[in-house]
């Protein structure tokens, strides 16, 4: 596994499992297998609700864990809960989380950011950061911060590789996260590009592992989900071969400039109103 290094020298893989609309049962079954692979980074968030099955199958995989990456997301409508950070411990049942982030820039999320800038100072969270901010956002974070962001999680993949925002990221020593790296769940238009496909041929790979080789060598950490085995293990096997500047180049050219996934202002007034069932999940 390669590692990035954080803005406060926190070690993070650029690789690891994501949980989005895994249930507890799988989630924890996912969480089993991807560290049997080699996984070191694992991400859920308090809105899918499977943090405490999360937290059960790094128990049970036997990795001690200072090996293991935890990243989880706080949800807006706990911003201004003063125990969040404490809750979301004891869910995922582990004395500190690796990286915290604001899952969405919505309610008092200045608020929210405190909450994670406590936890930090606390030492209860290694790292901080945010996720689906726009730059502006981003630039009221930084203008009221104590402790820098050192990760932004948002959609990102070739038909949308945020080149614009990731420069203004590297200005701030920011690393950008992508969720959506593959194009999103059930969308299979970037993995049938003729381009990737024929990437694949040449370096016998899937044109998953293709995609996911092109986030990587951009500076970009990635986080695809899955709950079978196969592709969980597949998604790993990408640190024997390198793209070339030129296929790189060219992969980047794919880009729309649209994302599959279109925020709102009213989506966004909505986040702080529904609360996750965090205290019944399994």
């Given at each position: 596994m390669k590692y990035i290094t954080l803005n406060n020298q926190t070690q993070m893989p650029v690789l690891g499992l994501g949980t989005f609309l895994l249930t507890p049962e799988e989630a924890e079954n996912s969480v089993l297998l991807a560290?049997?692979?080699?996984?070191?980074?694992?991400?859920?968030a308090n809105a899918y609700v499977n943090e405490k099955a999360v937290g059960r199958g790094i128990k049970k995989s036997g990795i001690p864990r200072n090996e293991i990456f935890l990243e989880t997301k706080l949800w807006p409508a706990f911003y201004e809960e003063e125990d969040a950070v404490d809750k979301t411990l004891n869910r995922l049942d582990t004395e500190y989380i690796d990286l915290?982030?604001?899952?969405?820039?919505?309610?008092?999320?200045?608020?929210?950011?405190?909450?994670?800038?406590?936890?930090?100072?606390?030492?209860k969270l290694k790292a901080i950061g945010i996720s689906n901010f726009n730059e502006e956002e981003i630039i009221n974070i930084l203008n009221h911060c104590e402790v820098l962001p050192s990760l932004?999680?948002?959609?990102?993949?070739?038909?949308?590789?945020?080149?614009s925002l990731n420069c203004f990221l590297?200005?701030?020593?920011?690393?950008?996260?992508?969720?959506?790296?593959?194009?999103?769940?059930?969308?299979?238009?970037?993995?049938?590009?003729?381009?990737?496909?024929?990437?694949?041929?040449?370096y016998k790979k899937s044109p998953a592992q293709i995609i996911l080789k092109w986030h990587i060598q951009k500076g970009y950490i990635v986080i695809p989900g899955s709950k079978s085995e196969e592709?969980?293990?597949?998604?790993?096997?990408?640190?024997?071969?390198?793209?070339?500047?030129?296929?790189?180049?060219?992969?980047?050219?794919?880009?729309r400039n649209t994302p599959f996934y279109i925020r709102t202002d009213a989506a966004l007034k909505g986040y702080v109103n529904w609360r996750p069932d965090v205290d019944g999940q399994k």
């Open positions: 560290l049997r692979h080699g996984y070191r980074l694992i991400d859920t915290m982030i604001l899952h969405q820039p919505s309610g008092d999320y200045l608020a929210g950011y405190k909450k994670l800038e406590k936890g930090y100072k606390e030492g932004i999680q948002v959609e990102a993949h070739p038909y949308f590789p945020r080149t590297k200005k701030h020593n920011i690393v950008l996260q992508s969720w959506y790296p593959l194009g999103g769940k059930g969308n299979q238009s970037i993995l049938k590009e003729e381009l990737i496909q024929s990437l694949g041929q040449k592709h969980i293990q597949e998604n790993i096997d990408i640190f024997d071969f390198e793209l070339s500047v030129k296929e790189m180049e060219e992969i980047s050219k794919l880009d």
